[in-house]
T-cell receptor
Framework: KQEVTQIPAALSVPEGENLVLNCSFT??????LQWFRQDPGKGLTSLLL?????REQTSGRLNASLDKSSGRSTLYIAASQPGDSATYLC??????????????FGKGTHLIIQP | EAGVAQSPRYKIIEKRQSVAFWCNPI?????LYWYQQILGQGPKLLIQ????????DSQLPKDRFSAERLKGVDSTLKIQPAKLEDSAVYLC????????????FGSGTQLSVL
C-alpha cells in the first residue's frame, strides 16, 4: 500500500524567500505524481503533474522534480509571495497495484508567507 | 470551461440520519472520484468510476456508504446511517483519462455529524 510523507508539516517564512517542500513515497511503481494547492475551505487545485518518465516540470515560479527510483519529489517555489500561502499536497498515482490504486495523498505542508 | 460542481456546500445532520451528496464533473471527463478529507489529513479515496462502472471501491465502507454514477455523468454519494466519525469534507474530482491527466476537484461538501 502506497504511503506518502511530506516534510515539513508547516512552514512560515517572510516573502521573497525561495522554498523547498519535500515529498517521499514508499512504492516507486507510479504512473505520475501531482502537486496540489488547497486554500482554506476550498477544493484542491492541481499545480504540476510529472509523468513517471519525466524528471521535472515547471510552471511560472514553481518547479517540481521527481526521483522515482528513490521515491522522492520536491516542489520548489521561487520568490515566495503572500498569495502562495496555502496547504501543498503531493499525490503519486498508482503503485504496485497499478492505476487502480488511485491517487494517494500526503497530509500536506501548511505554508504561510509573511508580508 | 465549467469546473466540477458539488452540492450542498455544507450539511449538518445528527448521527444515524442519512445524507446524500451530488457531483457534476467537467463535461467529457470519463473518470470520477469521491474523496473523504478529515481535518488535518490528506484526501482519502472512497470510490473511482470509469464512465458508469466502478474501478475501485476498496476503501468505501460499504455497510453505510453507497455511490452511483448514472449514465456516466453525474454522481451521488450517500451515507446511511451516519456516524460521528463521518464528519469530513467530501470532495469530488474528475479527469479526462486516468494515467496522464490532471485531476480537477470541486469545492467539496463539508459534513458535520452531531
Amino acid at each position: 500500500k502506497q504511503e506518502v510523507t511530506q516534510i515539513p508539516a508547516a512552514l512560515s517564512v517572510p516573502e521573497g524567500e525561495n522554498l523547498v517542500l519535500n515529498c517521499s513515497f514508499t512504492d516507486s511503481a507510479i504512473y505520475n505524481l501531482q502537486w496540489f494547492r488547497q486554500d482554506p475551505g476550498k477544493g484542491l487545485t492541481s499545480l504540476l503533474l510529472i509523468q513517471s518518465s519525466q524528471r521535472e516540470q515547471t510552471s511560472g515560479r514553481l518547479n517540481a522534480s521527481l526521483d522515482k527510483s528513490s521515491g522522492r519529489s520536491t516542489l520548489y517555489i521561487a520568490a515566495s509571495q503572500p498569495g502562495d500561502s496555502a496547504t501543498y499536497l503531493c499525490a503519486p498515482l498508482g503503485g504496485s497495484g497499478g492505476g487502480a490504486d488511485g491517487l494517494t495523498f500526503g497530509k500536506g505542508t501548511h505554508l504561510i508567507i509573511q508580508p | 470551461e465549467a469546473g466540477v460542481a458539488q452540492s450542498p456546500r455544507y450539511k449538518i445532520i445528527e448521527k444515524r440520519q442519512s445524507v446524500a451528496f451530488w457531483c457534476n464533473p467537467i463535461s467529457g471527463h470519463a473518470t470520477l472520484y469521491w474523496y473523504q478529507q478529515i481535518l488535518g489529513q490528506g484526501p482519502k479515496l472512497l470510490i473511482q468510476f470509469q464512465n458508469n462502472g466502478v474501478v475501485d471501491d476498496s476503501q468505501l465502507p460499504k455497510d453505510r456508504f453507497s455511490a452511483e454514477r448514472l449514465k456516466g455523468v453525474d454522481s451521488t454519494l450517500k451515507i446511511q446511517p451516519a456516524k460521528l466519525e463521518d464528519s469530513a469534507v467530501y470532495l469530488c474530482a474528475s479527469t479526462l483519462g486516468v494515467f496522464t491527466e490532471k485531476l480537477f476537484f470541486g469545492s467539496g461538501t463539508q459534513l458535520s455529524v452531531l
